[in-house]
Each structure stands twice: as structure tokens, then as C-alpha cells.
């Protein structure tokens, strides 16, 4: 019986224990959640954001007819001069020149249906060419097999070329201007840091390991940044992510507050319709007869697009006293969510058993107990009388005392057997002595 009672009590203890450590841990966990990750304590803001950019560098192109190459500068491949939180750079390109208004023969590659022809009611006059250039004449324009068209003449032939046309990246360089405002806090801040000198922005380059606050980048640095290759890339376009991160913690020194830049391509290699990015841009002019010209370019390149997010974070008294609030509340409901845990961990029976004492089986045990002890009293009693009658007469009464005391050592009586069996007051003492005994140890 008290080894039963031992073990139920170290199975107690343990459930105890267990749930008083998921509580501590569970409690730590959130306390840590709150204080250290999310930072819960503070007052957060969100910034506004500006972008402003300036491309430098010199591209070439190619002139047929072994014609010394053209140079372009920023202002030729960077359209349009300035964008909103973007820029573009234009690395391939179809150019058309000297187009003027006139009358001539659709280009083959617009379309298919309208276009083609093979006389001339397969033009009717005065509709437009879909997807074309102009308008058609009613004439079909043979050999050629097009439509004639009224319009921007010579017309554009259109296709994708098999490599950059332009040439000399490795010198364009962008200096990105971003101003971030916190208006709750009242903080500005900009990625051109106080501490930059002149000869230093002429001389960095944006690395993220070697000089991550650099403003000035290479634009094949970028592209090789977003884990792609520039001379594919340049042939069909693409677009860019231009990732500028502020996190900030205004409980620390504000010169800590500093950007953080990151690149990623938006548009998919894998694009197999319209891929990559391209858009047409004229140039107007007269010439020496005061008539209007222009020239058609159609530009393939890389626009970057500016993703800046901004958060900072104060301490508020107000949040800091909410979230001390929801800590001791969790606290609280531990030992609720302990006990559903550990009634999934162990079978719901188990875990009332070793919760619970069933007192109805602690009276079954103790009647039988209590019958068991009895017969073990009437034993011992009867062996007393045995003894006590059989002794001699020239036995010493501290012969006859020594073998009282060695009986009624042997005797062990867990409760009082006063009902039980007859007995003098000499015996009545000692049973009643060593009965009381056992049932405090017992109890």
C-alpha cells in the first residue's frame, strides 16, 4: 500500500513538473517573440519615399558601310530622361531614319491578315492596316505584295535583332538619390550619408560586401546582382527590382538607420509571348525644305524599377504596457493549453489516473486492509496467550516480562484491535501504542 502511494505521488510530481516547464517555456518563447523579434514594445511608422537618378556613361553603335561607330550618351539611351521610382537603359535597338509623310508600301512583318495582297481589292481605300502604319491607298503594291499606306514613310521593318546593337556597358554608371521621411517621429533620412565626401562618390562602387553603402552602381553590377547575364538580357530586355530597404530602430543612434539595397529580375527568362521589354521613341526635326522629319527608333533594354520600403520602430509606454498585459495573460491560460497538450501526448485515462485519487478505491483498499491486520491480531494474540500460560513457576517475572516484550515485538497491528480480541490492560496499553503509531505513519 505505501509503495502504491509513493508511486502515485511521483506521478503526480512529474505532470506537475512537466506542465510548470511547458508553462515556463511556453511563456519565455512568446516573452521573446514580443520583446526581442517583433520588438512589440515600440511604435512603429511607415516611410515616404523618393527616388531621383542620374545615368552617366558612353555606349557605341555600329555604322554600315564601315562608317566610324556612333557614340551615344545618357541622354540618347536613357528614355525617357527621368522617370517616376524608375529608369530605363536601352541596350538593342532597330533605328529608322528620315521618315517623313508620304506614300509607301506596308512592312511585311506588322501583320498578316489586311497587309498582304495580290491586287488591288485586297486593299480596300481609306481603312487602316491593323497593327500597321497607316492607311491604305486601295493599291496593292507589287512585287512587294503589300498594301501601299499613307503615312510615317520609309516604314519600319520590324524584327528582333541577334545581338546588342549597342556596345560598352561596363562605363554607365547610375547615382541613386533616395529620401525616406518618417512623419510620426519627425526623422529624415537619405542614402547619401553626411559623411560622404565628393571624391568619394566619384571613386565608389556599390558592393554588398566590400562597400554596401556605396550610392553609385555599375549597371552590369546590377544585372550580375539579380543572377543574370547581361549579354543575354540586352538582346530581348527585361526588368529589374531595385530593392531599398530602411528598418530602423529610433531607440538607438539615428546614424544606424541605414539603407540596405537588394536586385531581383521581375519578368521571366521563360516568357515565350511578348518577352522581355521594348517601346518605340521618336526625334522630330525639319529638314533644309522646312518639312517635317523624325526618326523612329525602337529601343529593347533593362528597366529598373525602385522598391523602397521604409519601418521604424520608438518605444511607446502605451504598447510597452499592452504587451506586459498579454504576457501575464498567457501565463494564465499555460496550464489550460498544457493540459490539451498533454492529453493528445498521453491517452486521456492515463493522464486522469495519474491527475486524480479515486477515493472509493482507496475505502476498498482500506477495508481490506483493516481485515487482513484483524486476522493477523488474532494470530499474534492467540501465540501471547499461548506463551503467557506456558510458563514455569521458577520462571523470574523479568523472564516472564523479556519474552511479553519479544511477542508483542513481533507483532505489527496497523489499526486498534480493542474488538477484535479479548485483552487485559497490560496488553490493552501496548496495542493501543503501537496501533496509533502505524496509523500516523500510514496516513
Known amino acids: 500500500m505505501a509503495a502504491d502511494v509513493s508511486g502515485l505521488a ?8 512537466k506542465v510548470s516547464t511547458a508553462e515556463w517555456h511556453s511563456g519565455f518563447a512568446f516573452c521573446r517573440y514580443v520583446f526581442v523579434y517583433s520588438k512589440s514594445y515600440q511604435r512603429f511608422d511607415v516611410a515616404d519615399s523618393s527616388v531621383v537618378t542620374k545615368v552617366k556613361g558612353i555606349l557605341q553603335r555600329d555604322m554600315p558601310n564601315g562608317a566610324p561607330a556612333e557614340i551615344w550618351d545618357s541622354n540618347d539611351f536613357v528614355v525617357p530622361a527621368q522617370e517616376s521610382d524608375a529608369f530605363f537603359v536601352a541596350t538593342n535597338l532597330i533605328f529608322t531614319e528620315n521618315q517623313g509623310q508620304g506614300l509607301c508600301p506596308e512592312d511585311r512583318n506588322v501583320g498578316r491578315r489586311g497587309i498582304h ?4 481589292t485586297d486593299c480596300p481605300a481609306g481603312t ?7 492607311v491604305r491607298t486601295g493599291r496593292c503594291v507589287l512585287p512587294n505584295g503589300t498594301c501601299e499606306i499613307s503615312g510615317w514613310c520609309p516604314t519600319e521593318i520590324d524584327y528582333t535583332p541577334k545581338k546588342p ?4 556597358f561596363d562605363t554607365v554608371t547610375i547615382l541613386v538619390k533616395n529620401h525616406v521621411n518618417f512623419r510620426n517621429f519627425g526623422v529624415k533620412r537619405r542614402n547619401i550619408l553626411e559623411s560622404f565626401s ?3 562618390l566619384q571613386s565608389c562602387r556599390f558592393h554588398p560586401v566590400t562597400d554596401p553603402l556605396c550610392p553609385v552602381f555599375g549597371f552590369r553590377d546590377m544585372v550580375t546582382f539579380a543572377n543574370e547575364s547581361l549579354d543575354l538580357m540586352a538582346v530581348r530586355g527585361g526588368i529589374i527590382g ?7 530602430n529610433l531607440d538607438r543612434d539615428l546614424e544606424e538607420c541605414l539603407p540596405r539595397y537588394t536586385f531581383k529580375r521581375l519578368d521571366s ?3 515565350k509571348v511578348a518577352k522581355g521589354w521594348n517601346f518605340r521613341h521618336t526625334f522630330y526635326y525639319y529638314d533644309a525644305n522646312g518639312k517635317s522629319r523624325r526618326d523612329l527608333v525602337k529601343f529593347w533594354g533593362i528597366r529598373f524599377v525602385f522598391l523602397v520600403n521604409g519601418l521604424a520602430g520608438k518605444f511607446s509606454i502605451v504598447h510597452f504596457l499592452m504587451h506586459v498585459g498579454s504576457s501575464i495573460g498567457l501565463f494564465g491560460i499555460a496550464s489550460l493549453v498544457c493540459e490539451v497538450i498533454l492529453n493528445y501526448w498521453r491517452s486521456s485515462s492515463v493522464l486522469n489516473d495519474s491527475k486524480f485519487v479515486n477515493l472509493e478505491d482507496l475505502k476498498a483498499k482500506r477495508r481490506m486492509s483493516i481485515m487482513t491486520s484483524s486476522a493477523s491480531v488474532n494470530s499474534a494474540a492467540a501465540a501471547y496467550r499461548y506463551n503467557l500460560k506456558g510458563a514455569t513457576e521458577d520462571q523470574s517475572i523479568g523472564e516472564t516480562d523479556h519474552r511479553r516484550s519479544s511477542s508483542m515485538a513481533a507483532v505489527v497491528i496497523p489499526l486498534s484491535a480493542k474488538d477484535v480480541i479479548p485483552y487485559n490492560d497490560s496488553v490493552s496499553h501496548e496495542l493501543n501504542h503501537a496501533t496509533d503509531k502505524t496509523n500516523s505513519e500510514w496516513l
Open 198 to 200: 565628393q571624391a568619394y
Open 117 to 120: 495582297c495580290s491586287n488591288d
Open 10 to 17: 511521483l506521478l503526480l510530481t512529474e505532470i506537475r513538473s
Open 128 to 134: 487602316p492596316t491593323p497593327y500597321g502604319n497607316g
Open 242 to 248: 531595385f530593392g531599398i530597404e530602411w528598418n530602423c
Open 269 to 271: 527568362i521563360h516568357d
Open 165 to 168: 546593337v549597342l556596345y560598352g
